[in-house]
Structure formats: C-alpha cells, structure tokens
C-alpha cells in the first residue's frame, strides 16, 4: 500500500514536456488574435472655459479588435525580442456636453470615428523558468503607429476635434505560455499609453480649448506559436 501510494505521488510530480526543444531556438514565428478596449485621453488647457456653450468633451471607451503576426527572438535563457505587427480596427468616441440656457437642460453631441491602426511593437520579454508546460512573462516596449484608413461623417458642418493620423505608444504587459504537443498558447494582457500629442489643429472653436490629447488602450491578445 505505502508503495502504490509512492508511487502515485511520484506520478503527479512529474509532467511530461511538450515541445522540450522549442526554447533552444533562435526564431519562432506565429499570430495573435485580440480584442481591445481604447479612448482618447484628453487635457483641456486655460482657454476651455471660455468656449462658447461648451462645458465638456469627454472620450467615451470603445471596443474593437485585431490581428497580427509575430516574430520571436532568442536573446538569452530568459529574454527576448519581439517583432509584432498588426492591423487595429477600432472607433473613437468624443462626447461633447453644451451647457444649456436659463436653467434649461443642456445637449450632447456624439462623435463616432471609425478606423484602422497599422501597429509595430517593438518589445522586450523578459521569461520566468519553465515549469513544466507552463511559464510566466513580462513584456514591455514602444510601438509605432500608422492610420490606415478612417471613417466618419464627412457632411457634418460641425467644428471636430481632428487628430493626426501617426502615434507613438508605450506598451508594457504580462502573460503566460502554455505549451502544447504541437504549438504554443500564449494570452498576454497588454496595457498601451499613448505618448504623442494627437491634437491636428486649433483652429476652431473646440480645439483651441484642449492643450493635449493621446490614445490609450487595454488589449488581450491570444498568441499562437
């Protein structure tokens, strides 16, 4: 009995390793599916309160998604290098609150752009030891951003905030790897802050008011390699 109990015990302990080569390698290739949760992060400066009617323009968060391709890269035991372009296909939303008149109730305006990001993080990773089929990661870099196309109602005659169409963002995330018999399974939560003043212009009644505005994300990204 103590032996079958052993034995058992033993057992348990011991896991059998996927893909026990797989991090002696220089490259690994892959893609990512993810879904995201963006807005734009917006500070008014001293001109705001002398707007006209206008009290507020508050970004609203906005779902969407993505997919991309992936390059790894071996640097040493726990670190690499990523390579992780992707399309983003996203919409922004600004609300922009007029003040009523005589106590009465004010209006909001919605503003919906819809459009897609061309991103391309470059990312260091740093890796904690395998355990098994399992180990944990850090991740973290800056990521370039082109716009590659928007919609949004070009017939409204109404003053708009427009943003420039290139960002620069800082990444920084986490994940896990899981190692299976044929491929790795890697979901990685990714926090995205954007670092360039997107404002285009202040030429017009709204953008005069605003001093500086970026894009910030939160995205979960299901990589497969």
């Given at each position: 009995l103590f032996a079958s109990f052993s034995a058992l015990a033993q057992k348990k302990k011991w896991v059998e390793e996927n893909l026990p080569g797989y991090d002696k390698q220089k490259y690994h290739y892959g893609f990512s599916l993810a879904a995201h949760s963006s807005f734009n992060k917006i500070i008014y400066n001293n001109e705001f309160d002398s707007i006209p009617n206008l009290s507020a323009i508050?970004?609203?968060?906005?779902?969407?998604?993505?997919?991309g391709f992936l390059v790894n890269a071996r640097m040493s035991e726990y670190w690499d290098f990523r390579f992780h372009p992707n399309i983003a296909f996203y919409e922004t939303r600004l609300n922009y609150h007029y003040a009523g008149s005589q106590g009465n109730e004010g209006n909001v305006r919605e503003e919906l752009i819809e459009g897609t990001r061309i991103e391309f993080p470059l990312l260091l990773k740093w890796k904690s030891s395998r355990h098994g089929n399992n180990r944990?990661?850090?991740?973290?870099?800056?990521?370039?951003?082109?716009?590659g196309g928007k919609r949004k109602d070009e017939d409204s005659t109404e003053d708009r905030v427009e943003l420039l169409r290139s960002d620069l963002a800082l990444d920084i995330g986490f994940g896990t790897e899981i190692y299976f018999s044929f491929f790795k399974f890697s979901p990685e939560l990714r926090f995205s802050y954007g670092l360039s003043n997107l404002l285009a212009s202040r030429d017009n009644d709204l953008t005069r008011g605003l001093d500086r505005v970026t894009y910030n994300s939160v995205t979960l990204y299901l990589n497969f390699q």
């Open positions: 508050l970004p609203q968060a906005s779902a969407g998604f993505s997919i944990m990661y850090l991740i973290g870099g800056i990521k370039p951003i082109l716009e």
